[in-house]
């Protein structure tokens, strides 16, 4: 019996990390990885952060068995991060409405409410910003939803096309499962305002959709809190609606795959019993998390002068963020570059779009040796003092034609 392959054809690369593989193969010693969303500094390193490093060191003193975690993980990480998304004051976290699971990663917090919301009756169709990130069309696919888009960028592609988005969103039929970027939108960084947040969570419970929130970047945005704004929106009694939330960024443990899903229900109960359903759908899946990333991001948040530091290095990621930023900004306009540039020093996260045709992507990829995604969508935070020269002026090339 052959195995069940529809053709001996090889599938097609992933469109982000196919493109590292691109970049890995690439002996041009003058080329420039963008396309992956990795914080890197400014000599193109990714750092272990000094907060990690200290939280490893105490973890490896007090080493004991590695004995299965729970299927839904640790309690304290648990409580730590769900106090980090909605504070520990907000009404969720006092009313006990809420209940997170540990996952790999924020990808597999995905999986899991898409595996969980459809063993429970959901409803098949999950409405997706165009543009969103890639990966999100194929996880959702696969796991048996059907794809519906919303406009998200206007005509200029810096701006939020709120009027568009919120007229198809008011089309959704009711029970329809709804993502949603919490901030630093990938792949535009363009994120909405506060009226706009409050807009959507109007259409939310008018037309009685379901939001899951992709929430991957908290702190690297403005702040922990500030980057918490759509809150505005959602965080409404009685309220219904899915965190999926990643460390990764934040915490610089790409590999370390650590992330949460966090229900929040309509009253404790319910919070409840949506947990025991989340633990069938990991417990068919990867059966229960992995520990070690876990722990260090458990052992930051619940030490208050280690929390301190893990802020500190925090800032200064955001920060050099927001410096790629303002700089790519100020040497797009002094070289001369057709655009409207200036809204990217105040969009939010990693992520910029350069609005580039698929051609002037290759163009970049294939005479420059610069690697970008889709329409042009770059990590400001792979861009470097050696960098930041050239890519500019590949990218005036392109654009000239």
Known sequence: MALPLRSLAPAPPDPILGL???FRADTRPEKVNLAVGVYVDDTGVTPVIPSVLEAERRLLEK???????????????KNAVRDMVFGPDHEIVRSGRSATAQTPGGTGALRVAADFLLQTGSSRTIWL???TWPNHPQLFTLAGFALRTYPYLDDSGRHVDAGGMLDALRSAAPGDVLLLHGSCH?????????ETWSAIGDVVIERELLPIVDFAYQGFGFGLREDADWLTGLARPGLEFLVCTS????????????GALTIVAADSGRAAAALSHVKIAIRSNYSNPPAHGGDIVETILTDPALRTRWEADLAEMRNRILG????LVAALVAAGVPGGWDPIRRQRGMFALLGLSADQVARLRDEFGIYVVGRGRINVAGLTTANLPRVVQAVKAVIEG
């Open 63 to 77: 080493a004991g068995p590695k004995g299965y975690l729970p299927i839904d993980g640790r309690p304290g990480f």
């Open 324 to 327: 790629n930023r303002a700089a």
């Open 129 to 131: 910003s165009e543009p």
């Open 20 to 22: 590292t593989e691109a």
């Open 186 to 194: 990938n792949p535009s960084g363009v994120d909405p305002d506060q």
């Open 247 to 258: 460390y990764s960024k934040n915490f610089a443990l790409y590999n370390e795959r650590v």
